[in-house]
């Protein structure tokens, strides 16, 4: 099994650009989510999803996206890059919320300039 | 919201000594799990507990549940340079409920 594979690994935007972080799972997990790392920071809710067809917000869900048409697949999408969404991004997955390990992938570093 | 306090926030110790973690909440606690995060890397689960007054090890790590389950601790003994990296817990409210992530420790060791 490969776990919670992410790409890119790094990826620098402009100001104003958007782009997709591919997140994908082999676990048959129904749970997945998205978290957002800044330096010397924990690890902060963006969005996740309890299962294909349902998303919900976390704590901090503005200026991304998400969707789930798959067990598999949970990509983010960022519409309008900002200097603050500089960050590393972690998906991550689980079989059942709270009490179970998180499965988190290698993470995508993002800078926006 | 949910807050989980992480003490302390950073540690450096001389290799072969002891070094341990704390997390406190308010409320009382379904569970609460450990994580570990090396350097450039992504969290990687350690342990996860559940029962009150639970003591659980791992070669030289002790992971404590309080009895009120309202507090956690992780101990480790003897460390290594290995150790290096930032330990985080993650508390459940209520089973099902979304794991919120304390702040972290980061454990520097000097060889």
């Known amino acids: 099994n490969a776990g919670v594979t992410q790409t890119p690994k790094f990826r620098i935007l402009k100001i104003g650009q958007s782009m997709t972080l591919q997140c994908t799972q082999d676990?048959?997990?129904?749970?997945m989510y998205w978290y957002r790392q800044d330096p010397g920071m924990g690890l902060k809710l963006i969005y996740y999803?309890?299962?294909?067809?349902?998303?919900d917000k976390g704590e901090v869900p503005n200026g991304y996206n998400v969707s789930r048409s798959t067990t598999e697949d949970f990509p983010l999408r960022l519409e309008l890059a900002a200097p603050s969404q500089t960050s590393v991004y972690f998906c991550?997955?689980?079989?059942?919320?709270?009490?179970?390990?998180?499965?988190f992938g290698n993470g995508t570093r993002l800078t926006v300039t | 919201g949910q807050q989980v306090m992480q003490i302390p926030q950073y540690q450096h110790v001389q290799e072969g000594e002891d070094f341990t973690t704390y997390c406190n909440s308010s409320?009382?606690?379904?569970?609460i799990q450990w994580y570990k995060q090396r350097p450039g890397g992504h969290p990687v689960f350690l342990i996860q507990?559940?029962?009150?007054?639970e003591v659980k090890k791992q070669k030289r790590l002790t992971f404590q549940f309080g009895e009120a389950k309202k507090n956690s601790s992780l101990h480790i003994t003897a460390t290594q340079t290995t150790d290096v990296g930032t330990y985080f817990c993650?508390?459940?409210?209520?089973?099902?409920?979304?794991?919120?992530f304390g702040a972290g420790t980061i454990l520097r060791v000097k060889s």
């Open positions: 507990l559940v029962k009150s007054g």
């Open positions: 409320t009382t606690l379904s569970n």
């Open positions: 993650a508390e459940s409210m209520e089973y099902g409920n979304k794991l919120v």
């Open positions: 999803s309890v299962g294909a067809g349902i998303t």
């Open positions: 991550a997955s689980s079989y059942i919320q709270g009490n179970s390990p998180l499965h």
């Open positions: 676990m048959n997990h129904n749970y």
